[in-house]
């Protein structure tokens, strides 16, 4: 049987685009068009203060250009995201974001620093490779 203490940072997006606090909808869109991404993390310096998921921006996207000029990630950004660090096991990530209901967390390495984003499709993706036996903690050929 296969051990469900992989860590998360195995499956982990590294350096994922972001964004800062100031961003406006249509340059949102664009972004998360241009990189193929659902999730967003709202950065001040070095620290994740919030993320933006694709449907925040889709609900926006309905307003007028006027009304959209004065609407920033900041506005729409869910606040202080759920934080983990990198050796947290995946099955407890997992289980957190389904609890929450969310479709992001935010990994920081063993020093607190920003290391990269885990999402549901992140999730995914780790539960195929380890079904299938390719995951770190399956056992290994040769």
């Given at each position: ?23 406006s ?32 921006v ?31 096991p ?53």
């Open positions: 049987m296969l051990s469900a203490r992989v860590p998360v940072d195995e499956f982990t997006t590294p350096d994922p685009i972001t964004t800062n606090e100031d961003t909808i249509d340059d949102l869109r664009l972004l998360m068009e241009e990189h193929g991404i659902r999730h967003l993390p709202v950065v001040r310096g070095d620290t994740v203060v919030g993320v933006i998921s694709d449907r925040d889709r609900v926006v996207s309905g307003l007028t250009a006027m009304e959209k000029l004065q609407v920033r990630a900041a506005d729409i950004m869910a606040p202080d995201p759920l934080t983990v660090s990198a050796a947290t995946l099955d407890d990530v997992a289980y957190a974001m389904s609890e929450q209901k969310i479709g992001s967390v935010i990994v920081n390495d063993e020093d607190g620093r920003f290391l990269g984003i885990f999402t549901a499709s992140d999730a995914l993706n780790a539960l195929i490779e380890i079904v299938r036996g390719g995951g770190a903690s399956a056992p290994r050929a040769g």
